[in-house]
């Protein structure tokens, strides 16, 4: 079975520009989460989508935003891009949500030049 | 404030030797997991703990849960080179939806 994929691995924007990120998660799993994992800063949740909604966001801003397919794939888009964006952006998915382990994807490395 | 605080935040140990990590967290949870990461890489699930298991074995892992200390332990034994990674808890305190993260204990095992 494959695991979640994401695309692109590496991007490279410049401030201002925006980037869209992409994710598929496991077959059969419904909910797909996004986290933020920046340079001194960890781990951190970004957004929920479960069944096409988007059911809860993390503490950032508006210009983070994305969406969910009716296959429940995935995309992140973050506009007006700023230098503290670049990160690694996670997706994660899982069968169910509430209280079933989520799966990592292996990530999209950005860089805000 | 930050859930899923790991300790040490970094740890060093010879090939054999078992590695114990530790984290604590502040408010009630429903289950704890705990994550590899290599390299900046994607995240390994690696075991999760309900609140109403006290301990967990998944091959060379150990993990315990005290719930009345708000803690956890991960015990690799027999240490290889291949587990040298970093190790994060995550708690589902956020709600059941987002996963909290500590920063990490970065394991080096060297061979």
């Known amino acids: 079975e494959a695991g979640v994929t994401q695309s692109p691995t590496h991007l490279i924007k410049t401030r201002g520009q925006q980037a869209t990120l992409r994710c598929s998660p496991i077959?059969?799993?419904?909910?797909v989460y996004w986290y933020q994992q920046a340079l001194g800063l960890g781990l951190q949740f970004l957004l929920w989508?479960?069944?096409?909604?988007?059911?809860n966001r993390g503490n950032f801003p508006p210009r983070f935003s994305g969406r969910q397919f009716p296959n429940y794939s995935s995309e992140l888009n973050v506009n007006a891009l700023e230098l503290e964006d670049s990160a690694l952006y996670l997706c994660?998915?899982?069968?169910?949500?509430?209280?079933?382990?989520?799966?990592f994807g292996p990530g999209t490395r950005l860089t805000v030049l | 404030s930050q859930q899923g605080e790991e300790d040490p935040q970094a740890l060093s140990i010879q090939e054999g030797e078992n590695a114990t990590m530790n984290c604590s967290y502040k408010?009630?949870?429903?289950?704890l997991q705990w994550y590899r990461q290599n390299s900046g890489r994607g995240l390994v699930h690696l075991i999760l703990?309900?609140?109403?298991?006290r301990e967990k074995h998944s091959g060379r892992l150990r993990v315990t849960l005290d719930t009345s200390k708000k803690s956890s332990s991960l015990l690799i034994t027999a240490s290889r080179a291949a587990d040298t990674a970093s190790y994060f808890c995550?708690?589902?305190?956020?709600?059941?939806?987002?996963?909290?993260f500590g920063k990490g204990t970065k394991l080096t095992v060297n061979p």
């Open positions: 077959s059969g799993h419904t909910s």
């Open positions: 408010t009630s949870i429903n289950n």
């Open positions: 995550a708690t589902d305190a956020g709600g059941s939806e987002k996963l909290v």
């Open positions: 703990i309900r609140s109403n298991e």
């Open positions: 994660a998915s899982s069968l169910d949500w509430g209280t079933d382990t989520q799966y």
């Open positions: 989508y479960d069944e096409g909604e988007e059911r």
